[in-house]
């Protein structure tokens, strides 16, 4: 069959171009897709996967938090949230407390000048019960009558235990009530308060 005009043209066009040393353009090949090692196409690279798609092994599952999750966490930090300002609210009363402690010395220690009626020539150990033990004052025998007669008392002040009458006592125990390591009550028998007798000997290693 011969050649059609414009087939004919084409090619002797083609023909010029290539006395004049241009080169005739490659056909363009199309790649084939690439082949899994089951021999199924696979999907193109960097592509988000098509919905639906099954998912490949090795990939992670999305996790989704249950509810029930959620809330479990949230208790959690509200207690945690809760015992910590339990911590700071005990602190502020502990703090608070020694504050007033502080406060309170002072002014017991002031009230106390010039009233503390120890003698330093007593001899007899008056002992009694305070903060859960035995301790002990030295008086005299007149110091003792009194003392047990509820007119005068003990208060303890920076370790020491000081001997006061009566009236200074109970400005004491306004003051500082944790203070008054001694209140005789004259009426109280001798089992609720032994060692309001003299004769009644505490050994030393009993005695803190």
């Not at 092994?57 to 249950?66: I, L, Q, T, V």
């Not at 005990?90 to 703090?95: D, I, K």
């Not at 003792?144 to 000081?162: I, K, M, P, S, T």
């Amino acid at each position: 069959m011969g050649l059609r005009p414009v087939d004919a043209m084409t090619d002797s066009l083609r023909d010029q171009l290539l006395n004049l040393g241009f080169k005739a353009p490659a056909p363009e090949r199309r790649q084939p897709p690439r082949k899994d090692g089951g021999g199924k196409p696979r999907p193109p690279q960097g592509g988000a996967p098509r919905k639906g798609a099954p998912q490949r092994k090795g990939e992670a599952a999305p996790k989704r938090r249950h509810e029930g999750e959620i809330d479990l966490g949230k208790a959690w930090a509200l207690r945690a949230q809760q015992e910590k300002q339990e911590r700071i609210e005990a602190e502020q009363r502990r703090q608070e407390e020694a504050r007033q402690r502080r406060e309170a010395r002072a002014k017991l220690e002031e009230l106390l000048k010039d009233k503390v009626l120890n003698d330093e020539a007593a001899d007899i150990a008056r002992h009694f019960e305070y903060g859960g033990k035995i301790k002990r004052i030295y008086v005299t025998a007149a110091q003792l009558r009194e003392l047990n007669a509820g007119q005068l008392g003990v208060v303890q002040l920076n370790g020491r235990y000081l001997l006061v009458d009566a009236q200074v006592l109970a400005q004491a125990e306004q003051i500082f009530p944790q203070a008054v390591a001694l209140k005789v009550d004259p009426d109280a028998t001798a089992e609720e308060d032994p060692y309001a007798d003299p004769r009644y000997q505490v050994p030393d290693d009993l005695v803190w």
